[in-house]
């Protein structure tokens, strides 16, 4: 079977609840927003591909449930996640000092050197900003992680932050792993490039 | 001529002259005083004395007769004579002296008397000419009379006085020539009065037309004040009534209309009796125009024998205003005062004439008003439907129903007819019931789109008392629960529940007081809240349910919501029952048939977790990427397919609240689905060739389907039902991996085969696909014995099924 991407990358979304995770994916993905409030029940994804250095990626993006009563459900998602997405909401301090807390429970559950990606989502209500830029870029240094400031209603740095996330990714992996599977290559060779790929997925 | 007067002078002077002769012969002396002044009275002494010398000498010719006959007698009288003579010389000088002093003295008398003659005849100049005034004085006073009522704009006084005139006083005094003045001058006058008087009257309708809208406002204010009082006086019995009292009564009046001052009234008895009439009833009217001007002008040309012209040009110009006043603004339809002031117009003019009708004497008949009014309704009602056929808020039809219900009883208090209207009033009751449904429309929509589509969280008493309150729902598990707890129901639940309620109010508020039976109401507001929940609520459920982002999540909690819906419908059935207060054992009572809504919706949403979760399956599939060449087995499924099952897991673990039967059946689709595509993927044209690795590899997919399934995702299914999902793959891999082609082959077309459920079609395809890798390996294969066999085998098999395939098509 002839693939119609290149490389599919397993992007996760983490956040306390309310801060826009939903939103997010729905705005990258279908390039939409509700601004009607649904809390997410347990796991769900949308997949998009975009083209990243000349490559197609196929990005299979996983939304969580920011509940704790879903806890169990989500962080089985984590091992299987090549990028996880830290979002907070720059209107609500307290989602933003729970950053740390959705990492350490990526260091407890994900893969070992899972790429990372904060966001501070809901820009646009700079009426209502309770978390100051300077704060999250300090944060973000301090965890060597990129952080952009987002707004899924203003559809503002969106596709910017998946496309950066999928960039960083294509560059940790994207030299050891074959254009398609339909190229020539020894069984030897075959097999080392899935044992590779068995390891990085985890 | 003066001949003939000189002749009778004469004539008349002799006989007194012979009479004086008489008198003197016949008069003793003492007397002759008397009849000598007559004879200087006169002017004809002269002859006089002639007459008295010929008379002397007719004497002294007896007396010689005599004497000559008695001489000596003669002789002594002669003696005697000369005697007489001497005394009679004696008697000359005495009168002589006497005349003389007479004459002196009468001199003066003379001048007296001709002084007195001179008075005397002014005198009688004098009484002939007061004669002749006294008759033209009344005709110079009743000009001057008639001078000062034109002057000061009494016209029917003046038109009487004028003909009195006319009548009764020139014709004593028409020889005089400032009576044909007069006479020539009346038609001028009479012509000024009727053009005066038509003045007034045109001055008179522009005053009640500009004043229309006020006499209209005045009397719809009054007809509302009497149904505010009817209203108290039927609301007395109902006190101790257990029956929901209705909502407030819709006023339209809020303020005093302001009154103009008064016009001065005229001075007429006439008006004062029928002000009075006019005060009883109308008030308003009475104080906002002066209705003098057209009593005079009617009296004015009925006396000039005018009165039909009259009539005419008042019924003619009154046509032309009431068209003026029929016709609509453009813009009437866009707020209720556009309405409320057409209406005031035509009150007024109605109420205007009716007042005409009852205080002038066929000025305007019965006939003449009804025809009228039967033009004015007729376009009234037009212009009604036109233009309430652009109002799009209900709440505008809603007060434009009570203001066409006011409207129609003023006029009805007059004798006017006005069924059409009630007629009419039906027909925007269809409309706005169609205003209602829209702008529930958009009250549904907002409600859904602003849901969170979660169970409701209350954490006290006091919350879960105020959606109890507000939605019908009892639940003993639920109320003895500790808080924090949640409803099984999202907030549009109550929302939509209540907005059902304040719908059937909106539809009641419009039937009131268009006198209709509660039967005809009831069944009204049954209808209406059919379309309300069979279109109007049903098309916002399914656009919300069909809506792109629509999630897993709100099509669950619409499943849980539409069910405690439809629970409600009975609710909603006595709510009407207690608003209209008829019975629902009611013959021909019409059925909500909300619960068909709520059915539908629900079988809706439930449709589309079915493809929700196969569309998600599909996106999963998407990634596959089975290497078909792959000689290598692995020892676990693959990625896409752990990670899919892991997403069918989690999603059926979180929705628990999800209906058992909802649940099954959207977990047997997804199972059937990812059958079908899977066994779709593995048919497929574009997979030209594969190994017995690959399939290997796709049975570990298999398997761990398989295991899910036996799993139990979703309780209530019996151990292997779910199962069954897979069996034609599983079959289909066994006797491919197994090879066991003897048994399918000799079994085939029986009852009890062991590889039922594969086609041979399908056998064959996948056979197809193998050979070709043999035939493709084939310079290596002649090396290898086995291979060779194998190759062998294959064409067998192949040839085996084309011979099956077509025998059981034949």
Known sequence: MAKAYDHLFKLLLIGDSGVGKTCLIIRFAEDNFNSTYISTIGIDFKIRTVDIEGKRIKLQVWDTAGQERFKTITTAYYRGAMGIILVYDITDEKSFENIQNWMKSIKENASAGVERLLLGNKCDMEAKRQVQREQAEKLAREHRIRFFETSAKSSVNVDEAFSSLARDILLKTGGRRSGTNSKPSSTGLKTSDKKKNKCLLG | ?810
Not at chain 2, 335 to 363: A, M, P, S
Not at chain 2, 370 to 390: F, G, N, Q
Not at chain 2, 495 to 503: L, P, S
């Open chain 2, 1 to 810: 001529m003066e001949r003939a007067k000189m002749a009778e002078e004469s004539l008349e002077t002799a006989a007194e002259h012979e009479r004086i002769l008489r008198e003197i012969e016949s008069t003793d002396t003492a007397c002759i005083g008397p009849t000598l002044r007559s004879v200087y009275d006169g002017e004809e002494h002269g002859r006089f004395m002639e007459k008295l010398e010929t008379r002397i000498r007719n004497h002294d010719r007896e007396i010689e007769k005599m004497c000559n006959f008695h001489y000596q007698g003669f002789v002594d009288s002669i003696t005697e004579l000369l005697k007489v003579r001497g005394e009679a010389q004696k008697l000359k000088n005495q009168v002589t002296d006497t005349n003389r002093k007479l004459q002196h003295e009468g001199k003066e008398l003379v001048i007296a008397m001709e002084e007195l003659k001179q008075c005397r005849l002014q005198q009688r100049n004098i009484s002939a000419t007061v004669d002749k005034l006294m008759l033209c004085l009344p005709v110079l006073e009743m000009y001057s009379k008639l001078r000062d009522q034109m002057k000061t704009k009494r016209h029917y006084p003046a038109l009487k006085t004028l003909e009195h005139l006319e009548h009764t006083y020139l014709p004593q005094v028409s020889h005089y020539r400032f009576c044909k003045v007069m006479v020539d001058n009346i038609p001028k006058l009479r012509e000024e009065i009727k053009d005066v008087s038509m003045s007034d009257l045109k001055d008179f309708l522009e005053s009640i037309r500009k004043h229309s809208d006020k006499i209209g406002e005045t009397a719809m204010k009054q007809a509302q004040q009497q149904r505010n009082l009817d209203n108290i006086v039927l609301q007395q019995p109902r006190i101790g009534s257990k029956r929901k009292s209705k909502k407030d009564v819709y006023t339209i009046f809020d303020a005093e209309v302001e009154s103009t001052s008064p016009k001065s009234e005229q001075d007429s008895g006439i008006l004062d009796v029928e002000d009075e009439e006019d005060d009883e009833e109308v008030p308003g009217a009475q104080d906002l125009v002066d209705f003098s001007p057209v009593y005079r002008c009617l009296h004015i040309y009925s006396v000039l024998g005018a009165r039909e012209t009259f009539e005419n040009y008042y019924r003619k110009q009154r046509r032309k205003q009431a068209r003026l006043v029929l016709q609509p603004p453009s813009n009437m339809h866009e707020t209720l005062d556009g309405y409320r002031k057409y209406f005031n117009q035509i009150v007024g003019f109605f109420v205007v004439e009716d007042h005409i009708l009852h205080t002038t004497q066929g000025l305007v008949n019965r006939a003449y008003i009804d025809e009228l009014w039967e033009m004015a309704l007729s376009k009234t009602i037009a212009a009604l439907r036109t233009h309430s056929s652009y109002c799009s808020d209900p709440n505008l039809v809603l007060d434009l129903k009570n203001l066409i219900v006011l409207f129609a009883d003023t006029l009805q208090v007059y004798g006017f007819p006005v069924n059409q209207l009630f007629d009419m009033l039906l027909e925007i009751r269809d409309q706005y019931s169609e205003t209602l449904l829209k702008k529930w429309a958009g009250v549904f929509r907002n409600i859904l789109d602003s849901d969170n589509y979660s169970p409701i969280p209350v954490t006290s008493e006091e919350t879960y008392k105020k959606v109890v309150g507000q939605f019908p729902f009892q639940d003993i598990e639920l109320e003895k629960q500790p808080f924090p707890k949640k409803f099984p129901f999202s907030e549009f639940v109550p929302k939509v529940y209540n907005q059902i309620k304040e719908f059937i109010y909106a539809c009641l508020k419009f039937s009131e007081d268009l006198h209709l039976s509660s039967t005809e109401v009831d069944d009204m507001i049954r209808k209406s809240t059919n379309l309300l929940l069979t279109r109007t609520l049903s098309n916002s459920l399914q656009n919300v349910i069909k809506r792109k982002n629509i999630g897993l999540t709100e099509l669950v909690q619409i499943i849980i919501n539409t069910t405690h819906l439809e629970k409600s419908c009975k609710y909603l059935e006595e709510f009407i029952t207690n608003i209209t207060n008829v019975l629902p054992e009611t013959v021909h009572t019409t059925k909500l048939y909300g619960t068909t809504t709520f059915k539908d919706a629900r079988h809706a949403a439930e449709e589309e977790i079915y493809t929700n979760l196969n569309q998600k399956i599909d996106q999963f599939l998407q990634l596959a990427d089975y290497d078909w060449m792959t000689g290598d087995l692995d020892n676990k499924a693959s990625d896409y397919l752990v990670d899919l099952i892991a997403f069918l897991r989690s999603t059926f673990a979180v929705f628990t609240h999800l209906p058992g039967k909802v649940a099954q059946t959207a977990c047997m689709s997804a199972c059937k689905h990812l059958a079908t595509s899977l066994m779709q993927l593995l048919l497929e044209a574009e997979v030209r060739q594969l190994t017995l690795g690959a399939l290997q590899q796709f049975n570990l997919d298999v398997r761990e389907c398989e295991q899910f399934a036996r799993s139990g995702p979703v309780p209530g299914f019996q151990e292997d039902t779910l199962q069954l999902a897979f069996i034609d793959l599983r079959q289909l891999l066994d006797l491919f991996i197994q090879w066991d082609w003897s048994t399918y082959l000799a079994d085939y077309g029986q009852p009890n085969c062991k590889y039922l459920r594969v086609n041979p079609v399908t056998a064959l395809t996948l056979l197809e696909k193998m050979k070709d890798t043999s035939r493709k390996n084939n310079m290596f294969a002649q090396f290898r014995k086995n291979e060779r066999d194998k190759q062998k085998l294959i064409d067998t098999v192949a040839k085996q099924l084309r011979g099956l395939i077509s025998s059981h098509h034949s």
